[in-house]
């Protein structure tokens, strides 16, 4: 399993990812899941991707060798040519749907799933950040201002804190800050996710992908956001009011 | 859908869960998932269920038939003859089998599972609080002082808070409102789940199950809870330290 997530906010945009891959219990390694392209001062484009390891590569394998080959013929379609981040995320769509056409059958004929969702997003320059989310079937959607990020893998465990705190107006440092604690959230509470967490801040119109950091499991920084945030979330229950039962209240379904 | 939760501590047991019934976006209910069995001194037993409604709601009548039919014969076994709560799981588990024995074929000719998990927990005069889940083949397992809680339904989003903060030696007074965190969490996140929450507090060998409550989504301690939370989390996110993303960092796969 796995677990992406890309933030939008008005000051940039934030891409974060864990790197555990399991293929059973006694089959767990260890792989980015991020993969950033950078033409500085013109582009900068981070893929996430989540699913069946062999589609995530393969269609990444398509990506990287339409950039070897356009060595050869500089006219030709590549993740560094559309002038906008939809037919970017498009383009990388037709990528998922070539590797449809060679694998979905004899990955079903086994009872596999055609399993891949990608994150696409960053900035090309004139145009605004966007971040989209690429389905198995080609096609996506994009966050919005009022939909800020996307998800995909394990994306349940850490939603509700995203839910409670993000949004399109939340700092780039913040929203930083939201998206850690989202992914340690999700390793804690299930093993199928795990570090280190690759960490890709982008400011807007910065068009540059300088900002990036890999935590580990043992790294002070992580380490310290999760001892003060398990602190911090145990005193805030515990300075909650308690319930009182002394009031009335609706109607039970009691037997006996 | 459906969100329970059985919270065992070393002060009692806390019982929570949501009241939202869908078999579909445009068929969406009120139903408690909460059923309390009492005898004053003797007995607390709570059943709390998740999955196709139907056949929750038929596991619950023949337990409630066991009941009546049991004013003609007082030696038939009920809900409330067990010495044990692990005698008591199993005969709950007896009947999710008999209604196994009746529905299962009919539902998977039309393609629905035969999908129905409860939790059983409470006490009995003489033995320790004990919470049991079972699961729609009619076996169980039960919470432990290691693995304190117990979950059915949608139970991911309100999982981490849990991890993070619950454990056996919590008071029963702070667990109940780590029970409500997790179930507002899963709420926000979750249109599946939803109000009123139905809350059992039980305090060890107090035998009475006198600390209920409903919470409507309207109830003004729901609201101070969610709002205290809200507020609380996102303060502790900006006062957490910011990433130094001039620090050397572990290699990253860069491409282009």
């Given at each position: 399993m796995t677990y992406s997530l890309g933030m939008l906010c008005r000051t940039g945009a934030a891409f974060l990812s864990d790197s555990r891959t399991s293929a059973g219990m006694d089959n767990i390694t260890m792989r980015s899941k991020?993969?950033?392209?950078?033409?500085?001062?013109e582009r900068v484009i981070c893929i996430m991707s989540s699913g069946n390891l062999s589609l995530?590569?393969?269609?990444?394998?398509?990506?990287?060798?339409?950039?070897i080959l356009a060595n050869n013929e500089p006219a030709s379609e590549t993740i560094m040519t559309p002038q906008t981040l939809y037919e970017?995320?498009?383009?990388?769509?037709?990528?998922?749907?070539?590797?449809?056409?060679?694998?979905r059958v004899a990955l079903e004929a086994d009872g596999f799933d055609f399993n891949i969702n990608l994150i696409v997003g960053?900035?090309?320059?004139g145009m605004t950040p966007e971040i989209h989310l690429i389905y198995p079937q080609g096609n996506s959607i994009h966050a919005t201002r009022d939909c800020p990020?996307?998800?995909?893998?394990?994306?349940?465990y850490g939603k509700p804190i995203l839910d409670r705190g993000f949004n399109y107006e939340t700092s780039l440092s913040d929203a930083?800050?939201?998206?850690?604690?989202?992914?340690?959230?999700?390793?804690?509470?299930?093993?199928?996710v795990g570090p280190p967490i690759d960490l890709l801040c982008y400011?807007?119109?910065?068009?540059?992908a300088n900002l990036r950091m890999r935590?580990?499991?043992?790294?002070?920084?992580?380490?310290e956001i999760g001892r003060k945030w398990q602190n911090g979330i145990v005193k805030l229950v515990k300075d909650m009011p308690a319930p009182d039962f002394t009031k009335p209240s609706l109607g039970f379904a009691t037997a006996a």
């Open positions: 991020m993969r950033v392209y950078e033409k500085p001062g995530t590569q393969a269609t990444l394998a398509l990506i990287d060798d339409d950039l970017t995320a498009r383009y990388v769509g037709t990528k998922v749907r070539a590797v449809e056409k060679r694998d960053g900035q090309i320059a990020f996307l998800q995909i893998g394990e994306t349940k930083v800050k939201f998206g850690i604690i989202s992914i340690d959230a999700t390793m804690k509470s299930n093993v199928a400011e807007v119109d910065s068009l540059v935590l580990d499991e043992d790294d002070p920084y992580l380490q």
